[in-house]
């Protein structure tokens, strides 16, 4: 395309709120054959709220929201947000925490008041030993209800599962089908577990995604449909989303989205709505045809 019609295509694109960094990227969006998508905070709405608590031995509950919100205090994870928030809400205090660390993909760790506090996924209960028994079909009924269940251990023993629910956002449905309509093969990939990742793809009616996938496996996953030559869209808010936002033929963020992922990207969908990737596609191939 000449410099003008890309010009004129970012300007058209800018009014429907999706910001284009490079004029290459308007011209390949066209192209695209295969769209992968993130879960959280991309297909839903990014802002999970608890709405389970339960307790696996004789404390109660405020306690251990207390314990699970002084250690989430440390993370910038969206789930940590939603037990923080829970906390706040029922006003307990957060108490000071030592030693915290974050283990990509897995979850949460730190001390408090001589405590060993863990907080996350069945993973990394396996990987720290701690015996779940009967609460994995707990976690499991949970999860098929699209919620996203934690595990929280202290002290080397299982003493709550929480889980909270992330709704879809209210237009995903509709932009999602609008892709499907372009021919796009459209894959949601999540760091999510199995369960909650099939409930969602359910309702988004995705039929290909992929779960428990860590944030160095979702830039494999481009490569490899790549390799399958696919001309390979991805869309992603977060953190983990940026290596495979970078490697994409064209790598959309969603503009609520942190820093990392938007200077990763080639496109920012400024309104958050996945109508944009449908919208950037128009254009493009608008762009295109005004050469001919
Ligand atoms: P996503 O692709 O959904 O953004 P992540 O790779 O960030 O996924 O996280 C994968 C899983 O790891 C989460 O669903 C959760 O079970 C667990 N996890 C990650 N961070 C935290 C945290 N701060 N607190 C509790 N669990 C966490
Ligand atoms: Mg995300």
Excluded: W
Excluded at 86 to 99: F, T
Excluded at 232 to 245: F, K, R, Y
Aim: hydrophobic share 45%; glycine share 8%; aromatic share 4%.
């Amino acid at each position: 395309a000449t410099p003008m019609s890309v010009m004129v295509g970012v300007g058209k694109a800018a009014e429907a709120g999706v910001l284009i960094r490079n004029g290459e990227a308007l011209q390949t969006a066209s192209k695209i054959t295969a769209m992968i998508l993130d879960k959280t905070g991309t297909i839903t709405e990014g802002s999970p709220k608890v709405t389970d608590v339960i307790l696996a031995n004789e404390s109660d509950e405020k306690t251990i929201l207390q314990l699970a919100a002084s250690l989430e205090s440390g993370s910038e994870h969206p789930l940590a947000q939603a037990i923080v928030e829970s906390a706040m809400e029922q006003e307990i205090e957060l108490l000071k925490i030592d030693a915290f660390n974050a283990i990509t993909g897995y979850g949460v760790e730190a001390t408090c008041n001589g405590k060993s506090l863990l907080f996350g996924n069945s993973k990394l209960m396996k990987m720290k030993e701690i015996e779940l028994s009967d609460f994995t079909t707990k976690a499991q009924a949970l999860a098929k209800e699209a919620k996203t269940p934690m595990y929280f251990a202290v002290d080397g023993q299982l003493a709550a599962i929480i889980a909270v629910a992330d709704p879809m956002k209210s237009d995903s449905l509709c932009a999602i089908k609008r892709l499907q309509a372009n021919g796009i093969r459209v894959i949601m990939l999540t760091g999510d577990n199995k369960e909650t990742a099939s409930a969602i793809a359910k309702k988004a009616q995705i039929t290909e995604f992929f779960a428990d996938v860590l944030p160095e496996d979702k830039a494999n996953k481009v490569r490899e449909l790549q390799q399958q030559g696919e001309i390979v869209g991805m869309t992603g808010d977060g953190i983990n989303d940026a290596p495979a936002l970078a490697l994409a033929d064209v790598g959309f963020a969603i503009g609520t989205g942190t820093d990392v992922a938007i200077e990763s990207a080639d496109i920012t969908l400024m309104r958050g709505s996945l109508h944009g990737l449908a919208d950037a596609i128009a254009v493009s191939k608008a762009t295109l045809r005004n050469i001919k």
